[in-house]
């Protein structure tokens, strides 16, 4: 059989950045401290190109995320990230052509959560990690970015101050000095928080701190199980904890720089956050990228 | 060339409900009491085939959308639902196979509104139109639906009456007969609601009308402009005005009793709607169905 | 505390046919007949509302859906359609004035599968179960619907014809009789069909027969690894089988009428597929609806 | 009342990269060669904060987005990629704090376009563009980006010489000289192509002719409206032209370099493609970025 992928390219020598193959699902048994658990994941595998050449052996991607994932079943993978990193030094042994692998996954995670003990129920999550292996003569480095993204709630701090105002009018006994901690009504709704980092080799990052730290970020984290007094607990939390779009990524990268002392200065940080606005049809956003060193620079001026 | 969609089927005699093309995007142009618009629709169009007939020749669906929506550039249809009809018609027509054709359309639709008049813009809502044609002999009858969906505000009223009595025991004061009517907070979301009316021939329903129901039925509407000011009075109304889903619900169906008074009995009114919580990471649904004489009847009681 | 869900409607005495909870997703742990598989599936849930009350304890809906779920991390479930009737049947308790509990899931499903057993790897498709519990008087009636979708491959006969005869100009000797079954060129796409059973309370059926029966459908099922000499057999098989979507329709529904003798004439059958057609911007469907004793009426036509 | 937005952050002096809305969607009316076309296009909005403000006065993006696109209704834009430049460029102005002013936007667009000039209809197409704005003291500078995304059709080459090998085996017939162009079967797909470029101020580029490259570098463009004839012409085109998506975007890019010969070398194009491959329930993708300078080195070379 001719080898029609090592032919030289047709239609112009040109090298590629990336070619591969996007939208893999598979089922990957995953190491908790506790037990194990089935994740279903999303897996995009690529590698670069060189102008030489006219095609990526493409099949080898599913081949070897079959043989990593199915490895699991009997074998658990201690992360999502963990295989990633494995999948995408792989890569770059079995394409000998390719100086560039890259393994992006997803995948929908659930913990045991609840405003109480005796509520605790699964809450879904999204898990993100990727992987890039460089060749770089006879070494490969590794590139690995970890994350993930936690829907909550927003109150809305603007809307609360020009309410009051607008209520004392009308109420006049509410400006009494006893009402001043009263929470007042503004609009509140749906917010999905994101965090990733990008982190060198030897480093680890625990899924669960960062869906913690994402959670602290926003007005109030939201149940699957609330009896009655206890959505009154969350709206009350999140009326005395009102954030925009821009407080939620402040209060989280702040929390970042607290609750990840270990982390070198090089990690990268990128973090974005979406209200899903009650009073409008559309969505308001914030986002930021910068090093934990400069973050960290910026938190303590 | 061999008609091979005339053939015998190969894998069993059976006749189909429906077959044909779906998700045909065109730009349809809609004459409106002051001007043309042009909605970017999107089009599923299906006919029956019988038992002794191999396919369904679906270039002609292709062939006859075009026609009916390149008409509308230089000759604008009434509306969209208009446009179904057509297609319908004209589908038994091209295939004289089938008993009954069937079109289904969506379009974004844009309405110049706003909290006051000079906060006036394009709010955006969705179209619906459907018209099925069934061949009775000689004649052909029109089956109709034309409906709207609006995305706006709810405001729980369960949470507000477990917060005002969460918020009596810290705020003593509260209980003042004078704040009996202070808006108490509570969660608040984005609310999708749908109305869709199936109606018989003669009889014309305007989706302004339709979507003016709706966004009666929910706590607020919403828009895409509002100042500090306006965002107070949007919470304000909201607050003042909690509704569950299934008050939504109930208040739209009220609502097109009372608007649609020459409607006749055996009109069919399918309405939902969707919140999408803020305290939950799901949403909660209602929806009804049932003949606007039946609807009559209930609401009278 | 106020019981605001009991209290009377506000906005119309009109009853609701449903009320519910949508988009609540849970790992659901089932047992298959060699392990545990953890399944990462989403649920519908809902009940109808009777006139005299303003809202549905919706909060009962994700507890029980929470014990229900969590409880099968240490006894796996049956399958998720025995999951669906259980939380049906267990929601009209939970809710004494409905008469009517819906329950409808979706999940990701994992099957190990391949050209040939050294190119085994899990591919994905679809799980549906539904289940809807119907109090009548002390009884509670149930209703349960299972099924699946596959994504495959179609090569369109009618192409295949016209090429035919447009290349036998062009190459004379194309026509010679030893050339009679050689492939012809036609566009092939990707197809994904799915078939829904609605079964009477004794009866159970495996959802991977479901998924035979579909594959079989289909041109050809399609695979995640496949190396060169793989690829050309899938490629030679789909050409050798040409299929429209009526085709695909039929082949599967008349398969379903050999695969499953022992199924009574009262289940209902629903299917449906739809072409990712190459050679057009949108999409081709067929569907059909019919109980199994019409079908099988038909079929032995 | 009090400009919340403009009080010091509370929780951390962070400045943030992107604050802004997203997904706001709005009529617009754009003057074409010949005609007023209005395209239903989606906006995202959004400015940098410093670190000494709390909050970005997001009610300013929408009151923008409404003038512009609104003007738009009596006075045509010139383009997509204008309407964008317009709002990036005020957006500056009406946040005198902020340095960046990002403009992201997407339409549905149709062109009249068939196989032959009676089979024309209006196919679907993505409109892409972007601007961004940055205050440099005094001076503001535009960055921009214009392009477009099209569905086509690939054929693979490496399935085709496969099946070839595998056919002359069983066919001897095939390996005849006379028969050496006959096109053999293979697998094709859907492919769907995006091309932007980021461009210099006084530079335009015109979304058609972004189009016409894009559907150059696939196997075969597809269309709406395909007669018996029509269909076996372009699967016959798109198997004499077959392409792994390496190939696709080597021709398009190649293309690119013959048919913007006017455009600077320090243009930067990024191009990529997806096959949603017929015999995988995955996607197959490639994607590059490079400066028009570099490729017209590589493409030289």
């Given at each position: 059989m001719i080898d029609v992928h090592a032919q030289?390219?047709?239609?112009?020598r040109l090298s590629l950045r990336r070619v591969g193959v996007t939208g893999i699902k598979k089922p990957l048994a995953v190491q908790r401290p506790d037990r194990v658990v089935t994740l279903t994941a999303s897996f995009d595998v690529a590698v670069d190109l060189p102008s030489?050449?006219?095609?990526?052996?493409?099949s080898r991607n599913a081949e070897l995320l079959a043989e990593v994932v199915d490895a699991t079943a009997t074998r658990p993978v201690a992360s999502l990230e963990s295989a990633c990193s494995e999948i995408a030094a792989e890569l770059l042994r079995r394409h000998p052509y390719a100086r560039v692998a890259e393994v992006a996954s997803r995948a929908e995670y659930f913990l045991s959560r609840g405003i109480s003990d005796d509520r605790r129920s699964y809450e879904d999550y999204l898990l993100i990690a990727e992987a890039r292996a460089v060749r770089n003569g006879d070494r490969v480095q590794l590139f690995r970015s970890i994350g993930a993204e936690a829907v909550g709630m927003t109150a809305c701090p603007c809307a609360m101050s020009t309410c009051r105002a607008r209520l004392v009018e009308e109420?006049?006994?509410?400006?009494?000095p006893s009402l001043k901690e009263l929470p007042i009504i503004t609009h509140n709704q749906r917010n999905r928080t994101r965090l990733v980092f990008e982190i060198p080799e030897k480093v680890e990052i625990e899924a669960d701190a960062v869906l913690d730290a994402i959670e602290e970020g926003q007005s109030s984290p939201t149940y699957a199980i609330l009896k009655r007094g206890d959505e009154a607990t969350v709206v009350l939390n999140a009326h005395r904890n009102p954030k925009f779009v821009e407080d939620v990524l402040r209060s989280l990268l702040s929390g970042v720089v607290r609750r990840f002392p270990?982390?070198?200065?090089?990690v990268n940080v990128r973090a974005s956050t979406v209200s899903e606005e009650s009073i409008h049809k559309y969505d308001v956003i914030a986002a930021n990228e910068l090093t934990l060193g400069e973050l960290r620079r910026q938190v303590a001026a």
């Open positions: 030289l390219p047709r239609f112009g030489d050449r006219k095609g990526s052996d493409l109420f006049p006994l509410l400006a009494d270990g982390l070198p200065d090089d």
